[in-house]
T-cell receptor, first 113, second 111 residues
């Protein structure tokens, strides 16, 4: 089955620790994205990548880092510099960089205490 | 005006009812629009695309009013399974790939 997987589904961390969220896709999509969703707010773009070995900051990149070493994988690291890391994190992919139809993974719910 | 604005709801409707949501957008240059559906604590899934005046898929109709800068989603003969949050999505013009998501409108269909 083709799709996007994110792991883990739930993640708990202590404040001050970096944490890496996994995102893998086998759809052969070029572009991948990371969003966070907070209650009462729309999805906000953290980082996106249109091609391997290249990525751009989104609207709220501070406190996050990404890498895109393989087409299938786009891990997101939430660093200790992120002031409010507790959120629902969603990874998405699309066929091309300018395709607006994005397909989402099931998300990772991160809680930092 | 916000980039994308939606009434958060909730819209509580009985099964079989017709319900409509509106979404306003600020960028008059936007050419395409999307409605995504998001179930509670799940990922968003593409419901419909709107590239011109409108689009119809079964019980769902999306319409675009460029003059007033809004898109609407009409659901006919509501089912219990239609209960979800509906997200209005507008691509950022001039920047490939970036989408602006509305906060969503919550629909609850009841017996």
């Amino acid at each position: 089955d083709g799709g996007i997987t994110q792991s883990p589904k739930y993640l708990f961390r202590k404040e001050g620790q970096n944490v890496t969220l996994s995102c893998e896709q086998n759809l052969n999509h070029d572009a991948m994205y990371w969003y966070r969703q907070d209650p009462g707010q729309g999805l906000r773009l953290i980082y996106y990548s249109q091609i391997v070995n290249d990525f751009q900051k989104g609207d709220i990149a501070e406190g996050y880092s990404v890498s895109r070493e393989k087409k299938e994988s786009f891990p997101l690291t939430v660093t200790s510099a992120q002031k409010n890391p507790t959120a629902f994190y969603l990874c998405a992919s699309s066929v091309q960089g300018d395709s607006y139809e994005q397909y989402f993974g099931p998300g990772t719910r991160l809680t930092v205490t | 005006r916000k980039e994308v604005e939606q009434d958060p709801g909730p819209f509580n409707v009985p099964e079989g009812a017709t319900v409509a949501f509106n979404c306003t957008y600020s960028n008059s240059a936007s050419q395409s629009f999307f409605w995504y559906r998001q179930d509670c604590r799940k990922e968003p899934k593409l419901l419909m695309s709107v590239y011109s005046s409108g689009n119809e898929d079964g019980r769902f109709t999306a319409q675009l009013n460029r003059a007033s800068q809004y898109i609407s989603l009409l659901i006919r003969d509501s089912k219990l399974s239609d209960s979800a949050t509906y997200l209005c999505v507008v691509p950022n013009t001039g920047t490939a790939s970036k989408l602006t998501f509305g906060t969503g409108t919550r629909l609850q269909v009841t017996l």
